[in-house]
């Protein structure tokens, strides 16, 4: 499955590339830009089943990117994509819901313990903004405190790149430092009796491929505590953690439960939707203001997410990546430690990342993925990498045996 990957091994990818230049600004736009990768990656994909994708040049790749994490499943699961396919030629986006929209939201309330209500939408973006939306229509608040270098989403309010946002865009906005109660005790200080809530990640990842890290129980609890001293809303942004971390609320194992949540990626295996869960107490102010949008009802993602969570419940699908994931990050630990790398392996055992300590521009870490690759292994040098349910022991002893040589190619290389 070895490959050198370079320009010249993608003639179909860069074709593609070539044409999209001509209708589409820039070719490619946002996270799935392939030139974020390491060089030469292809940029097309043509076809994914189970734990595998295959770029439009025909390489296969072992995936640990899993879509950037909705694929929780496997791609094209069977049972997923027989409800699915059985729903479509019933209905799907139509005048009204189909009677899945009261299905799921009743099974979100059963198995996430801080959660009443629930709303749909389509992305992770929709749901962060509408927590923020809700939280101030129900305190009268304008402040939102927000961790600095937290991905919320794309919009102007939380795009990282502000190329075109204006000041008036993240007015209502104040930021703190992530484990740090003291950052945010500050601000609260600050614009006493004008918080409305603090949004927050279950753990701490920003766009510029840092090491991520976990949250300290602590900083959870304290968080918990100042939003109950000051009537603020507690949200937690659950969009990449969801059904990851946990099979309920992510930081439920620290004995906090939020007023809100916002969820989305793993909840459908791929197909569009998203969540916010809220408290009884917010419930008035989520109905309180006109807010919706297309798509957002459709039946297909919400069987798709139905069949995904009974698939989690039945198979213990948490417990299942945990495993893999612990498998694969040991692995890493001992062959960096092998070849006396400095490499950090950082972030839950179910969402890693791995980088090089001290290294420029990411030049090191850039190489090990571009080896990984070369050997059928897809990891991001920048982002965070998501466990599956279709990655099996076999899957992992495969990607570590990749990863190894990628260690011993960067090694000779580089130190």
Same mark, same amino acid.
């Given at each position: 499955?070895?490959?050198?990957?370079?320009?010249?091994?993608?003639?179909?990818?860069?074709?593609?590339?070539?044409?999209?230049?001509?209708?589409?600004?820039?070719?490619?736009?946002?996270h799935?830009?392939?030139?974020?990768?390491?060089?030469?990656?292809?940029?097309?994909?043509?076809?994914?089943?189970?734990?595998?994708?295959?770029?439009?040049?025909?390489?296969?790749?072992?995936?640990?990117?899993c879509?950037?994490?909705?694929?929780?499943?496997?791609?094209?699961?069977?049972?997923?994509?027989e409800?699915?396919?059985?729903?479509r030629?019933?209905?799907?986006?139509?005048?009204?819901?189909?009677?899945h929209?009261?299905?799921?939201?009743?099974?979100?309330?059963?198995?996430?313990?801080?959660?009443?209500?629930?709303?749909?939408?389509?992305?992770?973006?929709?749901?962060?903004?509408?927590?923020?939306?809700?939280?101030?229509?129900?305190?009268?608040?304008?402040?939102?405190?927000?961790?600095?270098?937290?991905?919320?989403?794309?919009?102007?309010?939380?795009?990282?790149?502000q190329?075109?946002?204006?000041?008036? %865009?993240? &007015? /209502?906005?104040?930021?703190? +430092?992530?484990?740090?109660?003291? !950052?945010?005790?500050?601000? @609260? #200080?600050?614009?006493?009796?004008?918080?409305?809530?603090?949004?927050?990640?279950?753990?701490?990842?920003?766009?510029?491929?840092?090491?991520?890290?976990?949250?300290?129980?602590?900083?959870?609890?304290?968080?918990?505590?100042?939003?109950?001293?000051?009537?603020?809303?507690?949200?937690?942004?659950?969009?990449?953690?969801?059904?990851?971390?946990?099979?309920?609320?992510?930081?439920?194992?620290?004995?906090?439960?939020?007023?809100?949540?916002?969820?989305?990626?793993?909840?459908?295996?791929?197909?569009?939707?998203a969540?916010?869960?809220?408290?009884?107490?917010?419930? %008035?102010? &989520? /109905?309180?203001f006109?807010? +919706?949008?297309?798509?957002?009802? !459709?039946?297909?993602?919400? @069987? #798709?997410?139905?069949t995904?969570?009974?698939?989690?419940?039945?198979?213990?699908g948490?417990?299942?990546?945990?495993?893999?994931?612990?498998?694969?990050?040991?692995?890493?630990?001992?062959?960096?430690?092998?070849?006396?790398?400095p490499?950090?392996?950082?972030g839950?055992?179910?969402?890693?990342?791995?980088?090089?300590?001290?290294?420029?521009?990411?030049?090191?870490?850039?190489?090990?993925?571009a080896?990984?690759?070369?050997?059928?292994?897809?990891?991001?040098?920048?982002?965070?990498?998501?466990?599956?349910?279709?990655?099996?022991?076999?899957?992992?002893?495969?990607?570590?045996?990749?990863?190894?040589?990628?260690?011993?190619?960067?090694a000779?290389?580089?130190?």
């Amino acid at each position: 499955m070895t490959t050198t990957l370079n320009a010249s091994t993608h003639p179909l990818s860069d074709a593609l590339l070539h044409r999209a230049k001509a209708v589409i600004p820039n070719a490619m736009y946002g996270h799935q830009d392939a030139r974020g990768l390491w060089p030469g990656a292809p940029q097309f994909v043509s076809r994914t089943s189970g734990s595998r994708i295959w770029d439009a040049d025909g390489h296969e790749y072992i995936d640990l990117l899993c879509s950037w994490g909705p694929i929780i499943h496997g791609y094209q699961h069977p049972r997923i994509e027989e409800a699915v396919n059985r729903q479509r030629q019933i209905c799907d986006t139509a005048n009204g819901p189909s009677e899945h929209f009261v299905t799921l939201a009743e099974k979100l309330v059963e198995v996430v313990e801080h959660a009443d209500w629930a709303m749909f939408a389509k992305n992770g973006s929709d749901v962060t903004t509408l927590c923020l939306t809700i939280a101030r229509a129900h305190t009268g608040r304008a402040i939102i405190l927000v961790e600095e270098g937290t991905y919320h989403g794309a919009l102007p309010w939380c795009n990282p790149d502000q190329t075109g946002v204006l000041p008036s %865009d993240r &007015a /209502g906005l104040a930021y703190y +430092t992530y484990n740090d109660l003291a !950052s945010v005790e500050k601000l @609260v #200080a600050e614009h006493s009796g004008d918080i409305a809530g603090i949004i927050v990640a279950p753990f701490r990842h920003d766009p510029a491929g840092s090491d991520l890290e976990l949250a300290d129980p602590a900083f959870a609890q304290g968080l918990r505590r100042i939003c109950d001293e000051n009537g603020a809303v507690l949200i937690v942004d659950e969009v990449r953690t969801g059904f990851r971390m946990s099979f309920g609320g992510s930081w439920e194992q620290y004995g906090v439960r939020p007023d809100l949540s916002s969820w989305s990626k793993a909840i459908g295996n791929g197909y569009p939707i998203a969540a916010v869960l809220g408290a009884e107490a917010l419930r %008035d102010a &989520a /109905g309180s203001f006109f807010v +919706t949008g297309t798509f957002w009802f !459709s039946a297909v993602p919400m @069987v #798709a997410a139905l069949t995904s969570i009974a698939l989690l419940e039945e198979s213990d699908g948490v417990a299942h990546m945990f495993a893999r994931g612990d498998q694969l990050v040991s692995g890493l630990r001992e062959q960096a430690t092998s070849y006396s790398l400095p490499v950090n392996v950082t972030g839950p055992a179910t969402m890693p990342y791995l980088s090089f300590a001290g290294e420029p521009d990411h030049q090191f870490t850039l190489a090990w993925t571009a080896e990984c690759a070369a050997r059928g292994v897809f990891v991001h040098p920048k982002h965070n990498w998501f466990m599956s349910t279709a990655l099996s022991e076999a899957d992992v002893d495969a990607v570590l045996v990749a990863t190894d040589a990628a260690f011993a190619e960067v090694a000779k290389r580089y130190f």
